[in-house]
């Protein structure tokens, strides 16, 4: 089982950043994608940002250039780094690892969320 801990959401004015961070229970990052959701009021949730075991990255459309993935294998962390915030990035965003591919159906997990709200 694998416990995944959110932090860094909160309250920026459009343009503004935040960086959200994403506590891992061990060390995954080399059989478990790592990735992060958001959920806006009365909207599906959608991928954002995510990270395969081998590093490559993949960004939705709305957000490269100024959302950035990373992770600090030595601390199991992932983290993403959201500039030129829009009132568009607001939503509860959740961080996934998925290590279907080696460990089956059962081995994806979510955090519990973080708010992130833009506004004036």
């Known amino acids: 089982q694998i416990q995944l801990v959110e932090s860094g959401g909160g309250l920026v004015q459009p343009g503004g950043s935040l960086t959200l961070s994403c506590a891992a229970s061990g060390s995954i990052f080399d059989t478990y994608a790592m990735g992060w959701y958001r959920q806006g009021t009365a909207k599906q949730r959608e991928l954002v940002a995510a990270?395969?075991?081998?590093?490559?990255?993949t960004y939705a459309d709305s957000v490269k250039g100024r959302f950035t993935i990373s992770r600090d294998s030595a601390k199991n962390t992932v983290y993403l780094q959201m500039n030129s915030l829009k009132p568009d990035d607001t939503a509860v965003y959740y961080c996934n690892a998925d290590g279907r591919h080696y460990f089956g159906p059962e081995a994806d997990y979510w955090g519990q969320g973080t708010q992130v709200t833009v506004s004036s």
């Open positions: 990270m395969a075991s081998g590093g490559t990255t």
